[in-house]
């Protein structure tokens, strides 16, 4: 089992903050489960006895007979009354209870209790948790591995045929265990259906799944391109579709909430705004682009892109498309009152494509990246040029 560190880092100062529920999102499969096991073996070793530790799964038939905010309560009032002082209470898969809200907010009240859930997506980033929480919660999300974990995991001594592998196959964890791509397409495949299903499909009751894979696929074939609806509204026309603007942004927020694609706004470099339309859309895991986009070869520079903005949000930046008077930035990348600018290009092959990557830098004081898939250093007038490979490794 791989140690997820870096995220680990994220959570550990929030381990004793009673007056704040600790909410772990993410796709489906990206490990949320396995990592609050990792936080409750870390309590573990610091200290906390066993009696200290309320674990409830409720995937796990042991706990099937816990259905509503009333069993919830009576089961958790149960264990701590055998014992006494503070308690780390892990709730994964909080959403099959129902009104769960109430009892994780009472408990909190108490102030005796550390509270960590994971469940449904698009339920835990909904507005009803806000509403019954209070804003008494802290948000860390889980990615699939980053391609410096799957080298840890894997322990690949080339590191290129290792990057090869992860730009096609991606990193949810589970597809580590197939060696055989069919069978990793197969398991991609129930990733993929489970939450477009029920993350999805449930959540918003949507009746026209065609509809919502048009807009998937879409949304799939378009990574690293600006998004118009006119454009989206084009593309179903010519599949005899006629949606409506509201209809088809809907559909689009579900898709979004259940994490299955990152949302990302354009940002006015010189005005300091963030723009509401036209945003770029990336999915969460390239495993999912391969499996419903398999031109891989003509897709890399999209890839490279796509890659760059999930490593920029498993560490922890904010991140938006730059736009100055006559030039794109692919990021702005912002932690820490720090801001980065970020260029992705997969092949310099030519002296007019680097010329035409730098000049979007023109004006811009801050720290300047170009990141390429070649080891040649271009790196010239205050732009720092590193290779893929090794920006991926270097944190």
Not at 247 to 274: A, C, E, M, P, W
Not at 311 to 339: H, M, P
Request: with cysteine; charged share 25%; hydrophobic share 40%.
């Amino acid at each position: 089992m791989l140690i997820r560190k870096d995220f680990l880092k994220k959570v550990r100062p929030f381990y004793d903050v009673f007056d704040l529920i600790k909410v772990i999102i993410g796709n489906r499969r990206a490990g949320k489960s396995i990592f609050l096991t990792q936080i409750a073996d870390e309590l573990r070793k610091s200290g906390v006895k066993e009696n200290q530790i309320i674990f409830m799964n409720f995937e796990q038939f042991e706990f099937s007979h816990i259905k509503t905010a009333e069993d919830l309560h009576k089961y958790i009032s149960k264990q701590i009354k055998r014992s006494k002082g503070k308690f780390y209470i892990f709730l994964d898969e909080i959403q099959n209870i129902d009104r769960f809200e109430l009892v994780v907010n009472s408990f909190r009240a108490k102030g005796n209790s550390s509270i960590f859930i994971t469940g449904s997506n698009a339920h835990l980033v909904s507005g009803e948790l806000a509403t019954h929480l209070s804003g008494r919660y802290v948000k860390f999300l889980i990615t699939p591995f980053t391609f410096k974990e799957s080298l840890a995991l894997t322990k690949k001594s080339d590191k290129k045929a290792a990057f090869e592998d992860y730009v096609k196959w991606g990193g949810l964890p589970g597809r580590f265990v197939f060696a055989d791509e069919n069978e990793m397409q197969i398991y991609l495949q129930d990733v993929f259906d489970s939450t477009v299903l029920r993350d999805i499909v449930q959540r918003a009751k949507i009746r026209d799944l065609n509809l919502l894979d048009s807009i998937i696929q879409f949304l799939l074939d378009n990574i690293g391109n600006i998004f118009s609806a006119n454009a989206v509204s084009k593309y179903l026309k010519s599949q005899s579709r006629n949606v409506s603007a509201e209809t088809l942004y809907n559909h689009i927020d579900f898709i979004v909430r259940s994490q299955l694609f990152s949302k990302v706004n354009r940002y006015d470099i010189k005005g300091k705004n963030v723009f509401a339309t036209l945003e770029k859309y990336y999915v969460a895991d390239m495993g999912l682009l391969q499996l419903k986009r398999s031109y891989f070869n003509e897709s890399m520079a999209a890839r490279l892109e796509n890659i760059v903005a999930n490593e920029l949000i498993a560490r922890g930046f904010q991140i938006n498309v730059g736009v100055a008077a006559n030039a794109e930035i692919d990021f702005v990348a912002r932690k820490n009152n720090k801001v980065e600018y970020i260029q992705v290009c997969h092949a310099i092959d030519s002296d007019k494509t680097l010329q035409r990557e730098l000049s979007a830098f023109k004006g811009i004081p801050e720290k300047k990246l170009l990141i390429t898939n070649s080891t040649y250093d271009y790196s010239q007038n205050g732009v720092e040029c590193v290779n893929a490979i090794e920006w991926l490794l270097g944190w």
